[in-house]
């Protein structure tokens, strides 16, 4: 009967997932301020819940380049009324910061904050609500690793991401050329000693498999990877996976155009879509650690769209936040 009981768990645990999802959109809820900064987009969104108060780090986009903001609310209504924090004011610095992702690391007792800045990097502070108090970036590596300086081609090595289970914390990375890249450390050593960097999933198309990965735990031993694409129609969208290991095979769960984990077909909107671009964003996590535990069932998502009539310099398009809301959670 206890291995009926726990064959069923994990079966229920493993439905709670869809093999296609359903959303619903918000409309645009932040975009850039008036301020003097002459920002762009408000873009590569991270968010937590803590306490009922929303904390979001973004990375700002300007025609010169990128750096990071922060801002918090209790209700998405009153979002783009937050205030704005920009990092460039804090020991973070300014230059090229981009692409944050925020989580609590329990042994340190310590907040990460994971970006780019030609490297990986992160930065950490023992009070998410205290801005100021992050300290300096480190890198995460003394290099570029050699296999992604061989298969990038073209690309970027761009959108790094952060993932620990009870042994390895695990780095993952994309390169806009149709790698999805896993590095590695052991937990008790992190953040130093990343390395082992592997081709975790790769596709011909680079199109298909470009940046922006998100990978969450969501219970009973199973993973949920999503990558953002670029569609045949020229705009972005998710795809995803899961799999039983962070260092294991990842098998398709809704993954192509027709049946996507989050694209303009299965997206509702209220009235005119103001994006077809579904693009860089994460699940909002209640559960803030280094694990990246999510629950699979009524999913929210926040993430960065477009105007379908905006164009130019890809530095200078007008981003801006807007939340997807799962409307056929099974749980």
Same mark, same amino acid.
């Not at 992160?122 to 590596?141: D, L, M, R, V």
């Not at 061989?150 to 914390?169: A, E, L, P």
């Not at 989050?262 to 579904?278: E, L, Y």
């Given at each position: 009967?206890?291995?009926?009981?726990?064959?069923?768990? !994990?079966?229920?645990?493993?439905?709670?997932?869809p093999?296609? $999802?359903?959303?619903?959109? !918000? *409309?645009?809820?932040?975009? @850039?301020k =008036?301020?003097?900064?002459?920002i762009? *987009?408000?873009?590569?969104?991270?968010?937590?819940?803590?306490?009922g108060?929303?904390?979001?780090?973004?990375s700002?986009?300007?025609?010169?380049?990128?750096?990071?903001?922060?801002?918090?609310f209790?209700?998405?209504?009153?979002?783009?009324?937050?205030?704005?924090h920009?990092?460039?004011?804090?020991?973070?610095?300014?230059?090229?910061?981009?692409?944050?992702?925020?989580?609590?690391?329990?042994?340190?007792?310590?907040?990460?904050?994971?970006?780019?800045?030609?490297?990986?990097?992160?930065?950490?502070?023992?009070?998410?609500?205290?801005?100021?108090?992050w300290?300096? &970036? #480190? =890198?995460?590596?003394?290099?570029m690793?050699?296999i992604?300086?061989?298969? #990038?081609?073209?690309?970027?090595?761009v959108?790094?991401?952060? /993932?620990?289970?009870?042994?390895?914390?695990?780095?993952?990375?994309?390169?806009?050329?149709?790698?999805?890249?896993?590095?590695?450390?052991?937990?008790?050593?992190?953040?130093?000693?990343?390395?082992?960097?592997v081709?975790?999933?790769?596709?011909?198309?680079?199109?298909?498999? $470009?940046?922006a990965?998100n990978?969450?735990?969501?219970g009973? *031993?199973?993973?949920?990877?999503?990558?953002?694409?670029?569609?045949?129609?020229?705009?972005?969208?998710?795809?995803?996976?899961?799999?039983n290991?962070?260092?294991?095979?990842?098998k398709?769960?809704?993954?192509?155009?027709?049946? &996507?984990?989050a694209?303009?077909?299965?997206v509702a909107?209220?009235g005119t879509?103001?994006?077809k671009?579904i693009?860089?964003?994460?699940? /909002?996590r209640?559960?803030?650690?280094?694990?990246m535990?999510?629950?699979p069932?009524?999913?929210r998502?926040?993430?960065?769209?477009?105007? &379908?009539?905006?164009?130019g310099?890809?530095?200078s398009? @007008?981003?801006?936040?807007?939340?997807?809301t799962?409307?056929?959670?099974?749980?």
């Amino acid at each position: 009967m206890k291995i009926f009981l726990l064959l069923l768990i !994990s079966t229920l645990a493993a439905a709670a997932l869809p093999s296609s $999802f359903k959303w619903s959109s !918000s *409309g645009a809820l932040v975009g @850039p301020k =008036n301020d003097g900064r002459n920002i762009a *987009g408000i873009k590569d969104p991270s968010i937590v819940e803590v306490d009922g108060t929303y904390h979001v780090f973004a990375s700002t986009a300007t025609a010169s380049g990128y750096n990071l903001v922060y801002f918090n609310f209790k209700d998405f209504n009153k979002a783009n009324q937050a205030t704005f924090h920009y990092l460039d004011q804090t020991p973070i610095g300014s230059g090229y910061r981009a692409a944050p992702q925020v989580f609590f690391f329990k042994p340190h007792n310590l907040w990460y904050l994971v970006f780019q800045n030609g490297n990986a990097a992160y930065s950490t502070n023992a009070n998410i609500a205290n801005p100021a108090g992050w300290s300096a &970036p #480190k =890198n995460f590596f003394s290099s570029m690793p050699s296999i992604i300086a061989q298969n #990038k081609g073209n690309g970027n090595w761009v959108d790094m991401w952060t /993932i620990c289970d009870s042994q390895n914390c695990y780095l993952f990375s994309s390169d806009d050329n149709g790698h999805l890249y896993r590095s590695q450390t052991s937990l008790a050593n992190f953040p130093n000693g990343m390395g082992n960097t592997v081709i975790a999933l790769s596709d011909s198309n680079k199109n298909a498999l $470009f940046e922006a990965s998100n990978v969450y735990n969501v219970g009973n *031993g199973q993973y949920l990877l999503l990558v953002e694409a670029i569609g045949s129609d020229g705009q972005r969208y998710f795809r995803s996976w899961t799999s039983n290991s962070l260092a294991g095979t990842w098998k398709g769960l809704a993954n192509t155009e027709s049946n &996507p984990f989050a694209r303009s077909n299965n997206v509702a909107f209220s009235g005119t879509p103001w994006t077809k671009s579904i693009s860089h964003g994460e699940m /909002i996590r209640t559960q803030t650690d280094q694990t990246m535990t999510i629950s699979p069932c009524k999913l929210r998502y926040l993430y960065q769209g477009l105007s &379908p009539s905006a164009s130019g310099d890809y530095n200078s398009l @007008p981003w801006k936040l807007g939340l997807l809301t799962q409307t056929n959670s099974n749980c």
